[in-house]
Nanobody, 120 residues
């Protein structure tokens, strides 16, 4: 079973950038991506990328500020976050298999999460 390790979170000020990484223990031929969960809220979809990297998906709240990429040779998915806002504060989780659709559904394993905190 694939295992995921996320990194790259931290504390930044509004307007700054961060890049999150998700390293998988094996190569996956699935759509992978990120969800986030803020305190007291449900986990929500952020971004995903197809196994080939040819198709990307974004939540409306981040589509103009975040990008996602994939390095298949290193089994790594990146989430580049720019123009961060305080409302982006959350624990960000990587998922190994996301089912694309009107609702992006997490179907695979989760990583341990990485905290992103944005101060105003």
């Amino acid at each position: 079973q694939v295992k995921l390790v996320e990194s790259g979170g931290g504390l930044v000020q509004a307007g700054e950038s961060l890049r999150l990484s998700c390293v998988a223990s094996i190569r996956t031929f699935t759509t992978m991506g990120w969800f986030r969960q803020a305190p007291g809220k449900e986990r929500e979809f952020v971004a995903a990328i197809s196994w080939s990297g040819g198709r990307t998906y974004f939540a409306d709240s981040v589509k103009d500020r975040f990008s996602i990429s994939r390095d298949s040779a290193n089994n790594t998915v990146y989430l580049q976050m720019s123009s961060l806002k305080p409302e982006d504060t959350a624990v960000y989780y990587c998922n190994s298999e996301i089912i694309p659709g009107a609702t992006m559904r997490p179907f695979g394993v989760w990583g341990q999460g990485t905290q992103v905190s944005v101060s105003s």
